[in-house]
């Protein structure tokens, strides 16, 4: 008898049978996709609405959009925009790239104290640049000897602003940049004698380039949908920021205004994807055989290295220290005597102390229930089992924040929230508003901090408990959040210092018992209170770097305890 070899059926793929885990998870992230797609997607969905209507809410299509292209005032803000922009864009970079460069490729002394000092002007609200060069620079002004004929009210103090506001930003993408190195390049570098130039070409700037890139999109993007600095000292150089708000604010044209954040959308956008599309041809710099570079001594680079980081070091604290001298004087330039006047906030327009204290209460929500949104949905997107579609559909959502203005995402509210047919605008004029959109506005780079440190742990986390039953929960709370806690708390302290000082996302949406800091600010300095209001942004300041000191003071022990494993 021959054995006879029988064929096999093909049978259907099995299907893993979901737990109860896997569906509660499922449910999570359809919550998170529907927080997305009200505050970020249907807003934006009522303002492209808006800018095809008419004051009466009828479809007229393009005319709002041939009616501003026809302005020359209106139209022209947008080579202005672009100008101040490109020029901020190649100053900032060129400034940031060498800062960068010096603190990781040298050895000169205190390069964290330097650090330090350029990032200072990520604690201030975006205004404070545009008060303190009008101190500095203005018709009376103590260096107003320096522009000569030209004045600060324009391009010039814009830019100037700019370049204060976005070099952080720059410094800390170009850092990340230049920390990765592999030293053996240099070392080949050296052995073939290259010059320092030709070696700076052909092997640093190739290595930085996809961070030098997408520092530039970063800062283009910034300056261009900024609103503060061109409100504080732009005159009457209009850009398109400045746009929205009169058109909202001053004329009461809503639907124009509409037009204009859909033209400010799109260079925001744009920028944006371009800077995904090159991040996704980024390649590892580093390899499992990479030599880490340290940077070797040079006694007359290191001198200039030093007097550059000291200089840019002095225009730093000194722009700030302006601001803060000037909230201290009486009665700028007749009374010079140093008081506490500027402070009483309750003799000012602009919302008093009471504003100050908002914004904490605002800043304190956003960090708490900010944090615990987006790390939340960050777990669900990248822990839970197949959805795929869904979870790629709401990563998407996710990135939408980077590349929408505070401006529009503000203006957006407005038609959403304010409609008289939708039932979520009891919120509308409240404080719970205020922070929806905040955390809105900053969902991307939590969300991206998030990821980042999720995707660091190992599946078989979730895989071994799933094997002994272990309800998803217990382990989220018990391993995950632990192990991601530093990451978690860089999220909170990111998400309180940016609800401290933003401007953009909440002009148009604070009332007057909702009134924030740094609207304050803005609403004394319109009311020709600058003292007042460069005392309210040195309160932000200080506030926002108290609250990052002993952020860190109370953290350190509980990190220190929760990543011990690290040490083993």
Request: aromatic letters at 14%.
């Amino acid at each position: 008898m021959t054995d006879q070899t029988l064929p096999l059926e093909k049978s259907a793929p099995i299907k893993p049978k979901l737990s109860r885990d896997d569906w509660v998870m499922r449910i999570f992230v359809l919550g998170i996709g529907l927080w997305l797609v009200v505050t970020i997607l249907m807003p934006l969905y009522a303002m492209l609405s808006k800018a095809v209507q008419n004051k009466d809410g009828v479809f007229i299509g393009l005319q709002n959009f041939t009616e501003y292209f026809s302005t020359p005032a209106l139209f022209n803000s947008i080579s202005n925009s672009f100008f101040i922009a490109g020029i901020s864009t190649v100053l900032t970079i060129s400034l940031a790239s060498v800062f960068a460069f010096i603190l990781c490729r040298s050895t000169i002394p205190g390069k964290a104290v330097f650090k330090g000092i350029a990032l200072l002007p990520l604690l201030a609200p975006s205004i404070l640049p545009g008060i303190s060069f009008v101190y500095l620079f203005g018709q009376q002004g103590v260096l107003k000897f320096v522009l000569g004929d030209y004045s600060i009210y324009g391009p010039i103090g814009v830019v100037m602003g700019e370049v204060f506001y976005t070099f952080p930003h720059a410094l800390m993408i170009l850092i990340a940049a230049f920390s990765i190195a592999d030293a053996r390049l240099f070392e080949a570098a050296v052995v073939l004698r290259t010059s320092r130039i030709r070696t700076f070409f052909t092997v640093t700037l190739p290595g930085i380039k996809y961070g030098l890139i997408s520092a530039i999109f970063v800062v283009f993007t910034l300056v261009i949908t900024d609103f503060g600095i061109p409100k504080v000292i732009g005159g009457q150089y209009n850009v398109l920021a400045t746009d929205i708000y009169r058109q909202v604010i001053g004329q009461q044209n809503f639907e124009m205004g509409a037009v204009v954040s859909v033209v400010l959308l799109f260079p925001a956008f744009l920028a944006f994807a371009v800077d995904r599309f090159v991040q996704r041809k980024q390649v590892a710099m580093l390899t499992a055989r990479a030599v880490p570079y340290e940077p070797k001594p040079h006694a007359v680079l290191n001198r200039i290295f030093f007097i550059y980081c000291c200089l840019i070091g002095i225009m730093i604290v000194g722009i700030i220290g302006m601001a803060a001298y000037a909230s201290f004087v009486t009665f700028w330039p007749y009374n010079m005597a140093l008081s506490l006047n500027n402070y009483d906030f309750d003799l000012m327009d602009g919302g008093g102390w009471d504003a100050f204290y908002n914004s904490l209460e605002m800043a304190a929500y956003v960090a708490v229930f900010g944090t615990t949104i987006i790390f939340t949905g960050a777990y669900m997107v990248e822990k839970s089992k197949g959805f795929k579609f869904m979870r790629g559909l709401i990563q998407f959502f996710c990135m939408i924040p980077m590349a929408v203005p505070g401006m529009v995402l503000g203006l957006a509210y407005i038609f959403f929230f304010n409609h008289p047919d939708n039932p979520l605008g009891i919120i509308y004029g409240t404080l719970p508003i205020l922070v929806i959109v905040t955390i809105a506005h900053f969902y991307t780079v939590s969300h991206l901090t998030a990821m980042t440190a999720l995707k660091q742990m190992d599946p078989e986390f979730e895989t071994v408990s799933a094997s002994l039953k272990v309800p998803f929960v217990r382990t989220f709370l018990k391993v995950t959040v632990p192990v991601c806690l530093p990451a978690i708390l860089d999220i909170s302290i990111y998400l309180f210092v940016n609800a401290m000082t933003t401007v953009s996302a909440v002009i148009f949406l604070y009332s007057s018992d909702t009134s924030l800091a740094s609207i304050a600010a803005l609403n004394m300095d319109d009311a020709g209170d600058v003292a007042p209001a460069a005392a309210m942004c040195m309160v932000i300041v200080a506030t926002s770097a108290s609250v990052r000191v002993l952020h860190a003071l109370l953290t350190r022990g509980i990190a220190r305890k929760s990543q011990a494993w690290r040490a083993r």
